[in-house]
């Protein structure tokens, strides 16, 4: 089912016509892996393009539109990621939504942005679709525990997988995404308790995701882990668009109680991380020391210290550094990236005593308040319903009033 991409031709410009050439130079090699039930699953770069294709052809058939908006309420897994792939694929738009973000406000955030269509993980995201009184054309989940049985009025509930699924008769779509439409759409409550939106067209995304793959020398053999803030600008811009560009394997963790076991055990290569995990990671190494004042304290200190002579550089990195770095699995990490805020002086300067060396790369985030303001302060248990879809001269369209 994968689209012939003519490798000799001009550099892809958007995500999906990325996803084809991947395919095609190297179908066979990994593309995602995805811890499930203890055991780690894999897909080759073929199989996640026919499997965008299919979804592609299904959010068609459902009515899905050039600039239609799918929205996603799921944390980081593949079929989230693929989801948003089919619709960029139709010149669509994927609306990310965390859904560890309070459901009041989501609720109220999902009747005003109206999608044409949903991506949602599982039944917990689901229920917040219902509360939103909302009817999208198509729903997908990922997760089926609990959704047998139930529906939505005027929307189908889809498993996921059983429409990525391989059938006779495929066929395929043409990429009809294009450089400079939106990719990703992203939402937030300001501290007033209006919707701000940031967008991010294809354009943007791989222009910036190309200054990282040629700064850090990425190749097709880099392993990322995709572990936490999927609904997050950083994320698409310094994770997203290299892996589709360099062609690495991008991993998920099975959820996010285990993401630090799945990263000791996958040991990647490249972390793209924020001020918030790499905070984690060090009360996380910090709180495997040994207690001040002890013996092994004044070995691990010894071993820490700055400017170490050749012995203790030697023996610290065997005896110390390298069980630490064990211990939050950066064994192999050659690209520690550290997306928006900064570290504290202190953490930076702990991460460099264990061999890490974080580098900073900005998050140029334009968070925006339409010229229609969407939305009144939300109060903390019933919000208001923000008015998305209103459309006034020099207004704004929540779908994206898109340069033909």
Excluded at 120 to 148: F, H, I, K, N, T
Excluded at 212 to 232: K, T
Aim: with cysteine.
């Amino acid at each position: 089912m994968t689209q012939t991409v003519n490798a000799a031709s001009a550099a892809p410009a958007t995500l999906p016509h990325w996803l084809q050439r991947q395919s095609y130079q190297q179908a066979g090699r990994i593309a995602l892996r995805h811890k499930r039930l203890g055991v780690w699953q894999q897909r080759s770069w073929a199989q996640v393009a026919d499997e965008v294709g299919r979804l592609a052809t299904a959010l068609r058939a459902s009515g899905f539109a050039e600039g239609a908006t799918l929205a996603i309420l799921s944390r980081p897994r593949p079929e989230a990621l693929l989801a948003a792939l089919a619709a960029q694929w139709l010149g669509g738009v994927a609306a990310l939504l965390d859904p560890l973000d309070a459901a009041a406000g989501q609720i109220a955030l999902l009747r005003g942005l109206q999608p044409e269509a949903v991506f949602a993980e599982g039944l917990q995201e689901l229920e917040r679709l219902r509360a939103s009184a909302q009817s999208p054309g198509l729903v997908l989940y990922a997760d089926g525990r609990g959704v047998a049985g139930q529906n939505l009025a005027g929307s189908a509930w889809v498993d996921c997988a059983q429409l990525a699924a391989p059938r006779a008769g495929d066929g395929v779509l043409p990429v009809q995404a294009r450089a400079e439409r939106t990719a990703f759409v992203f939402y937030r409550y300001a501290a007033s308790g209006c919707v701000e939106q940031q967008r991010i067209t294809h354009a943007e995304l791989l222009q910036q995701g190309q200054r990282l793959v040629l700064a850090e020398q990425l190749g097709a053999g880099e392993e990322a882990l995709a572990a936490r803030a999927f609904a997050a600008s950083g994320q698409a811009r310094y994770l997203l668009a290299p892996w589709l560009i360099a062609g690495f394997c991008l991993n998920f963790p099975e959820n996010l109680t285990t993401r630090d076991n799945d990263r000791r055990e996958l040991g990647p290569t490249l972390v793209a991380g924020t001020l918030e995990t790499y905070t984690r990671l060090h009360e996380l190494v910090q709180s495997r020391l040994p207690q001040p004042g002890s013996v092994q304290r004044r070995l691990v200190d010894w071993a820490l210290a700055a400017q170490p002579g050749a012995v203790r550089r030697v023996l610290g990195e065997w005896l110390v550094r390298r069980p630490l770095r064990d211990v939050i699995g950066f064994t192999r990490t050659r690209a520690p990236l550290l997306v928006g805020e900064p570290l504290s002086n202190n953490a930076q300067a702990f991460f460099a005593a264990l061999g890490i060396a974080v580098r900073a790369w900005p998050d140029p985030a334009q968070w925006h308040s339409p010229a229609v303001a969407p939305a009144v302060p939300v109060p903390p248990t019933a919000p208001a319903t923000p008015s998305l879809t209103t459309r006034q001269p020099g207004g704004w369209n929540p779908h994206g009033a898109q340069a033909a």
